[in-house]
């Protein structure tokens, strides 16, 4: 990524917002009206800027948001401070060597890095990772643990603006899980594609091999993470009972996560996240590691805003294994500082330098909880 003249990140500032939701996202384990975010914005000493953003959940990354303003501002902004944000594995070097995991936390220094080195190169992102497919990449619309009455309602509307596939969460619990994905199918038909998510909860396998054995007369595209993200050895158990295609999202975060799912060959795709493992560069090589294995790959969405959704897309146009994307945290809120466009069911990623996003200050401004600076 380096190129003359040499440039050195001179100062940060770490911006905690709060971003509402134009309705609450209900999945397994929560229910979120507003989506807490950090945003990262990286200055260099030759007067570029560059964004990056954050989005922890305890649930998934075992971070919350105060506490990642706090690590970005103690501990991750001054390691690597001074140095070129070109120089990403150096840069991912002092990130580790000055806290273990904090995948959230990272991801946004990662972020703003790559956006600076594009807008100091003059080009895409992609265009540093080596190039992109030419077609504009596609979300699935993502329907909440709602009653299936609302669920059916919402997935007509969505084939009617065009979506292919439907994601749709369950594991709550409440016993209606199977109805929310009868009435679903019944209503559309067999011409859209539906996924669910358990976000793990499904709670162990036995339930999960019942609940697989149930959604096969629908025609499920794939399972997602439908027991706990600790739990790799009942992927396996999982895999000898049916013949769906299984996705692993939780429970993979590092390599040595992806190394027993390629050695047990107990999932047919894996579910990476930005925030889960750090950023572009951590899931760019783990999506390297994941063809060599022979499994194929989705980016997640954890609700990021455009920054961070922009920067799922640049590392999914530029690598062929990645042959899913659901970041769709834009679309779903009902105002956020950045400007990512959509014509559904297509995300618009243009030529622009970097990750190609524009701030709005004001609105950064009025979503503003706390804010804080790092200097050189």
């Given amino acids: 990524m380096n190129s003359e003249p040499y440039m050195k990140i001179s100062r940060a500032t770490v911006t905690l917002i709060d971003v509402p939701l134009l309705e609450p996202f209900v999945v397994s384990y929560a229910t979120y009206a507003s989506m807490?975010?950090?945003?990262?914005?990286?200055?260099?000493?030759?007067?570029?800027?560059?964004?990056?953003e954050s989005v922890p959940d305890g649930h998934i990354t075992g971070e919350t948001p105060t506490g990642t303003v706090e690590a970005l501002k103690t501990e991750l902004l001054p390691a690597v401070m001074g140095l070129d944000p070109r120089d990403i594995t150096a840069i991912h070097q002092r990130l580790n060597q000055a806290l273990k995991g904090c995948g959230?936390?990272?991801?946004?220094?990662d972020i703003?890095?790559?956006?600076?080195?594009?807008k100091a190169a003059g080009r895409p992102i992609y265009a540093l990772l080596?190039?992109?497919?030419?077609?504009?990449?596609?979300?699935?619309?993502?329907?909440?643990?709602?009653?299936?009455?609302?669920?059916?309602?919402?997935?007509?509307?969505a084939r009617g603006e065009g979506y292919r596939h439907l994601k749709m969460k369950l594991g709550s619990g409440d016993g209606q899980d199977i109805e929310r994905v009868r009435a679903v199918r019944a209503a559309i038909g067999s011409d859209m594609a539906i996924r669910v998510d358990a976000n793990q909860g499904w709670g162990d396998t036995a339930t999960a091999r019942t609940m697989i054995r149930a959604l096969e007369p629908f025609g499920i595209d794939w399972v997602e993470q439908p027991i706990p993200a600790d739990d790799i050895d009942g992927f396996r158990l999982l895999r000898q009972d049916t013949s769906a295609r299984l996705m692993a999202d939780e429970s993979v975060v590092d390599a040595s996560d992806l190394a027993r799912f390629v050695r047990d060959r107990s999932v047919d795709m894996v579910n990476l996240k930005l925030m889960k493992s750090g950023g572009i560069t951590p899931c760019?090589?783990?999506?390297?590691?994941?063809?060599?294995?022979?499994?194929k790959v989705q980016i997640g969405s954890m609700l990021e805003t455009s920054v961070a959704s922009a920067?799922?897309?640049?590392?999914?146009?530029?690598?062929?294994?990645?042959?899913?994307?659901e970041l769709s945290g834009p679309i779903k809120f009902a105002t956020e500082p950045g400007d990512l466009q959509y014509i559904l069911p297509n995300v618009q990623i243009t030529e622009r330098p970097g990750l190609g996003v524009d701030m709005d200050t004001d609105i950064l401004a009025e979503l503003t909880v706390s804010e804080c600076e790092v200097s050189a």
Wanted: proline share 6%; hydrophobic share 45%; net charge negative.
């Fill in 36 to 52: 807490p975010s950090v945003i990262l914005t990286l200055e260099t000493d030759d007067g570029l800027t560059g964004y990056g």
């Fill in 104 to 109: 959230a936390a990272k991801a946004a220094v």
């Fill in 112 to 118: 703003a890095c790559w956006d600076l080195a594009g």
């Fill in 130 to 157: 080596g190039g992109r497919r030419p077609e504009q990449p596609t979300i699935a619309k993502v329907l909440s643990i709602l009653e299936p009455e609302v669920l059916v309602a919402q997935a007509v509307q």
């Fill in 284 to 295: 760019h090589r783990l999506a390297t590691q994941a063809e060599l294995g022979g499994l």
């Fill in 311 to 325: 920067a799922g897309f640049h590392l999914a146009l530029s690598h062929p294994n990645i042959v899913s994307t």
